[in-house]
């Protein structure tokens, strides 16, 4: 039973596609993020959810919208797909919002093209 | 603000070899420390924590890590490499409260037989 469930595990799709990726996990963690990874592996922090609600916003374009319909669930919506957007996008969750390891799940690979 | 610097990009060890992997970081506080590992595919998974005490501190499959605070680092070590060991592995820093994780670029880990 995987704790952390993304899908799709791959998306190609054209540029001004708009595309969703779904994020599911059976912890029972009150936190959640979405991290992108690029083509050199760098690891950034775009979101963070605690209990349902948006704690970290990094300068990501507004075109990406994240959504957590409860506790279980974040999904990451992104409109209007440019080149710059293909990348590996994971979801991750800890217990809480302090220092509690991060669970990832396997990766998303987003390709635009 | 934090930042964590991998210095080596890739490391081939044969197997059997002891290995070492740098991690320096850079923080204003008390660092909350971390070693994740990704395989191909995959996403992370933590190998180790320190958050206070002891500085040397033990992880899965083998690996352990010292953090040494006049030194800023954090280097990953595990005595004998097994060829299941090559992986990406990623260093991180946490803030003292909150879950902003910061992560290294990684350190490519090839093993020879």
């Known amino acids: 039973d995987t704790a952390v469930s993304q899908t799709p595990k791959y998306l190609v799709t054209q540029m001004g596609n708009d595309k969703s990726i779904k994020c599911e996990q059976n912890?029972?963690?009150?936190?959640m993020y979405w991290y992108k990874q690029d083509s050199k592996k760098f690891l950034k922090i775009m979101f963070s959810y605690n209990n349902k609600e948006l704690i970290i916003n990094e300068t990501v374009p507004n075109r990406f919208s994240p959504k957590s319909p409860d506790k279980a669930h974040l999904n990451l919506h992104i409109n209007s797909l440019e080149l710059g957007d293909s990348a590996v996008y994971f979801c991750?969750?800890?217990?809480?919002?302090?220092?509690?390891?991060?669970?990832f799940g396997n990766g998303t690979r987003l390709t635009v093209t | 603000a934090q930042s964590v610097t991998q210095p080596d990009i890739h490391i081939t060890v044969s197997e059997g070899a002891s290995l070492e992997l740098r991690c320096n970081y850079s923080?204003?506080?008390?660092?909350?420390l971390f070693w994740y590992v990704q395989s191909p595919g995959q996403g992370l998974q933590l190998l180790l924590k320190y958050f206070s005490g002891d500085t040397l501190v033990q992880g899965i499959k083998g690996f352990e890590a010292e953090f040494k605070r006049s030194q800023s680092s954090f280097n990953l070590r595990k005595p004998s490499v097994h060829w299941s060991d090559a992986a990406e592995y990623f260093c991180a820093v946490g803030a003292v409260a909150g879950n902003m994780l910061t992560f290294g670029g990684g350190t490519r880990l090839m093993v020879k037989p």
């Open positions: 912890l029972g963690h009150d936190t």
């Open positions: 923080y204003g506080a008390t660092p909350y």
């Open positions: 991750a969750t800890s217990q809480d919002i302090g220092n509690s390891p991060l669970h």
